[in-house]
């Protein structure tokens, strides 16, 4: 099984020594779910080692090709193919994904053919789907030619039409539902952090170009910067005992597992995008954005569960922004490559992967070759977060020794709703989790295994 | 044992069971499985998935309570890097009939071996080992890519459901090399003479053959069968299919096969050309490790010699006799 | 035979320019001396191949720019050495070990100061390593590792 957490540190163990121009063709390769994202933060990182920005064609390519990525999150929801095990409504937490699978074999198949369509704009520009090999500094390897545009037209409009019935879908068997409702709306579940992500120049929510914004609790902007300077915005926390290290935003300096004003945890992801933004970049993702924000409250929205509605809100923008790039003129443009390469030694690329910001960032020597490489995923972006959340849950259900029933499986809800793609098979009971319980002396005192059953 | 699938032109008594499991590896041979797309709806009709981590609530240790060869056909990706994985393999391999190594983790050690190599530019290899899954157990039949390709993996169900597999040990993808496939082909000159190697973001590629234009492409050792899927986008081939037939070792057949095409004569030409390739090790094993194919090749016959013996055979005169009747046969 | 503490070198040397089958004593020093018909016959497989049987190192004569029989066997094997070193790495095997010398001795006069020459650098090296890691050779201690289960890292 592909480990829960990032290999991050082994995979940049790998990467040095290999050209840097290989490097969206290798890190897909090692990084489980985000490996499309891989693809595309280490092209980004590419540009700014070479110095180069992309001819307009190019950029629209590579948009293309990344919104087909989010689109295909919002068919994820949907594919539970064989309708396996689904937390009941009783459950602390409902678990979304699993609700919206079960929906029967006709949507199953619009699904399969929403994916299967946006698979084809990743096959047909950048190689491969699970492990796209495309992208270059500067450019693409493979233009859009004018025969291509009705198909590529076509997959956008289908998007569209599937991600707004994705939305519909959800409000009519989540948002209706009381049970579902309430556990959204429940303070238990309402996390106060910072928020990170990407925006344009118009501060609207973006996935691929545009600065990084980080908004406080209460939503006012506390720094922008380009990902190039991430590492003054970022900083590193080694929690003794914790396997890796929690990120927060280093001016603040690191406050511990604190929310609310003035702490400087923050988190990545769909919810991120919409509360990091002032607004959606396009018309029916800023109307669901609206709706969605004023049925929970006021923006920033800090309910968690509500994660998987901004995830489809975000699919909804990626459709949105398809159709109107497949109906570019510039697509067809033959000018794809910008090849004014000038070796600068260090590159950073960013992108809005589906589970939030990802960071890939290279040093070269003087032929380009890797020397260090530093990956910075969703998942440690949202350690600290998860973190703190867990320990918020922790309070509800431990006292001393007494743990109650179903906690690990509540643990597993948490870390569903920052990654749909973990354990989202199991039911409960059945994920492999222990909780550890130690006293002030670092001792163990109880123990607990979440054991599947055989 | 030649009917693993009793219900073939029977009805089905009760569906065969497989297993779909990774070792490690990254996940994108599942999403392969699921590129089937609506053609996954009949298979999972028609069999029963007893394990699938990726999909299905499953755990490896739960087949335990299965009967030997109890499962038709186990599907296991992701390469063997610690002993958790060789458990998993063992246990899958004493369940079912028929193992299928998916991918070029499985097949040959993938990506993942990757930490074990030394650049070019000195790094010292890990030290952290990655083996193919036949080093763990006894393998069927091999599906190599990273990861394969979508037509492939519906043909091999396909076989497997129809029961019309080629015999064991095959890999079922064709067997000649990539540029045999490949459209930019015709563009080879007659007579290849690189006189100085290029990176991919340093050219502008045409539609002509990479190594003609001095970037490297490790397409004459390479299995075919992935649709030119990266020749396509304009990128040469970094070797996910693993070695063609006849391949003994990635690297050390596609070194000796370069060595050729290169168009210089003095030792400083030579070396300066040569000056133009940087971190060969990591092109060559990306995708399969440096030890695959050694012991074929440590004191045993090369298939160059192997074919020539066939050759031999097949060119004598009796046998030629025998297939064309108009030459009369020779009286002993 | 060669004494048991001399490095075992495999020497391959072209028939045409290096001493039409004039040992000159020199199987006394060698594991093997091996006259081709051109060095250019030499594969990457076949160099591996003397590595796996035993030796420590291998050494290839071949012809100048210009002299070979068969017009470029000689590039064509000195290219394939270069090339090869640059992988040699990847079996445990240090680049040192192989060598190529392009020259013309047809009397094979000078062949037993090359390999004296080439043996000096071998003993410096040391017997190529048996020990696990180098996959040249059969990796015992790796596989039984991993047969053990017990923990590797």
Redesign the interface.
Known sequence: ??PLLSRAD?TE??L????A??MP??A??????S?ISHNMAAVKA?DDL?GVEPPPAARLIRELEFNAVHIEEVSRFF?D??G??IAGPDAALPHIPGILGRVG?DI??KA??V??KN?RIM?????????P??G???GV??GVVEQDRDWIREAAAESLEFAQFAIERFKDTVLADKTYFNAMMDDADRLRTCSMAMVDERNEAAVLDGLLRIVDPDGKEYAEFSPGDYARYIGEWQESGSAGSFTYVKPLGWKGMTEGQGTSIYCVGALARLNAADAMQTSLARKEADFMIATLGSRPVHRIPANHWARLIGGLQAAERNAIIAADPLLTSKDI?N?N?RLKGRGVGAVESPNGTLFHDYET?E???ITKAKIIGPDRNNAAALGLYIQKIADAFISGTDVKEGFPDRVVKILQLYDPGIFY???PG?A?LSVVIRNSRGEVVREINQQ?A? | MSSQFPWKNRPAPEKPKTAIY?LK?????D??I??L??A??EV?DKVD?VLW?????S?Y??L??LKEGEIALSIIHGAVCDPEDEKAARLLRAKSRLVLAFGACACFG???G??E?????G?AA?GERTYPLSKAIKVDYALPG??PAASLVAEAIGAFMDNQLPPRGATLAPGKALCSACPRNRSKPARMEITRFR???EI??DDSCFLAQGVLCLGPVIRSGCGE??I????PC?GCFGPAEGVDNTGLNFVSGLASLIGAETDEEIKEVLEGI??LP?YCY?YSSPRAGLEAIQGGKDHAEDRHQTDRQNDHPDRRAREDRTVPRRRR | MPKENTPKLVCFSCKFGWGYLNRNGCEKKVKSLIPVTCSGKLDTITIIRAFQAGADGVIILGCPEGECHFQDGNYQARNRVLLLQRLLGEFGIEPGRLKIKMGLDPMGDTIPDIIDEMSAELIHLGPLSMQAGNPVKADPEGEAKLRRSEAIS
Request: proline content about 7%.
């Open positions: 099984m592909p082994r163990r790998v040095i020594g290999r050209p121009e290989e063709r290798i897909p390769n090692l990084c489980g779910p490996r590419l070479y594919l193919i064989f396996s095990t074999k199953g198949l399969i053919n994916r299967k698979r096959i047909h520009l950048f190689g491969k789907a699970s492990h090999e495309g270059l500094p500067g390897s493979r490559r090849m390469l020597d032929r380009g070759i098979h199991l039911a059945k492999p599947p055989r | 990774c590896g990254c996940g994108g041979c999403e392969a699921i590129d797309n609506e996954i709806l999972v998935v981590p990726m999909e299905v609530d755990r240790e739960a335990e309570s993938g990506m993942t990757l930490e190599l030394r650049s070019d530019q790094h890990r990273c990861p990176r991919i973001h502008e590629a899927a990266c396509r986008i304009n990128l970094r940087v971190d990591g990306r």
